[in-house]
């Protein structure tokens, strides 16, 4: 399994970014995805989950209705757009398969004025 984050940058509080991940080594196209973050000296925090077809999404109440996660199972990616970001957005942000603990390489988001 490889999962390898992007898009990440340093942004003032407002700005967007939009996060994806392209993953290989397993059948994407059946299988739930999660954007989890870790900020430093805190632990990992679930931010978004969405079912293998799309049809269900989920967010932690602090990115709930600035942040949409998507995928494209045709290109094996998903994707986190993140508007009116705030400092308390500052993290590394991974993604991984839903029901498994292991995640790829992360893409830091610094949010500052």
């Known amino acids: 399994v490889q999962l390898q984050a992007s898009g990440g940058g340093s942004v003032q509080p407002g700005g967007s970014l939009r996060l994806s991940c392209a993953a290989s080594?397993?059948?994407?196209?059946?299988?739930?995805m999660s954007w989890v973050r870790q900020a430093p000296g805190k632990g990992p925090e679930s931010v978004s989950t969405?079912?293998?077809?799309?049809?269900?999404?989920e967010y932690a109440s602090s990115v709930r209705g600035r942040f949409t996660i998507s995928r494209d199972n045709a290109k094996n990616t998903l994707y986190l757009q993140m508007n009116n970001l705030l400092p308390e957005d500052t993290a590394t942000y991974y993604c991984?398969?839903?029901?498994?603990?292991?995640r790829g390489q992360g893409t830091q988001v610094t949010v500052s004025s």
């Open positions: 080594g397993f059948i994407f196209g059946v299988t739930a």
């Open positions: 991984k398969q839903t029901d498994f603990d292991s």
């Open positions: 969405i079912s293998y077809d799309s049809r269900t999404t």
